[in-house]
């Protein structure tokens, strides 16, 4: 269903508008900007759904998207990227697992990432985001935090246009 943002081309205006509503989740948008690595806006939308903290399936996800930001930092060859993303990105996960929080600050060390065994397998950024993106998809569909947000809330097409134009 369109709502009169949309139906004026006020994408922008849509997507803030979820967001700060938390009441419709957007997952063609979230998606879109997953496959565009834009992993800022991705957070910023994400937070007007569920904190980071809110249970392991939002923890999880605030996780994997630092953790492909941090890779994809490596990849490019940007250290000081990726060890400032270790520092207060990725930081705040290591009380829950410390072994790992450990074994992504070696990758920093390695001359390419992939030589550690657990990412042998990581092809390229594109290929990366495809795979981090089935598994988000996965974890807001089971995350209660998003339970009844996924749809969006039948209304009367062009209700508020029609209000407008009396």
Do not use: C
């Not at 290929?127 to 996965?138: D, G, P, T």
Request: proline residues 1%; negative net charge.
């Amino acid at each position: 269903e369109n709502v009169f943002l949309d139906e004026e081309g006020l994408q922008k205006s849509v997507h803030l508008l979820e967001s700060e509503s938390g009441y419709f989740f957007n997952l063609k948008y979230f998606e879109e900007h997953i496959l565009q690595g834009k992993w800022d806006e991705v957070e910023s939308y994400l937070l007007g759904f569920t904190g980071v903290n809110d249970n392991r399936y939002s923890m999880k996800i605030f996780f994997e998207i630092r953790k492909q930001k941090f890779l994809e930092a490596l990849d490019s060859g940007d250290r000081h990227l990726a060890v400032d993303i270790l520092a207060k990105d990725l930081k705040s996960f290591r009380s829950n697992n410390e072994d790992l929080y450990q074994e992504l600050a070696t990758l920093v060390t390695l001359d390419n990432f992939r030589e550690n065994d657990k990412l042998s397998n990581y092809s390229d950024t594109k290929s990366a985001r495809q795979v981090i993106l089935w598994e988000l998809m996965k974890l807001v569909e089971a995350n209660p935090a998003f339970r009844d947000k996924l749809q969006f809330p039948q209304l009367k097409i062009s209700r508020l246009r029609t209000l407008i134009n009396q």
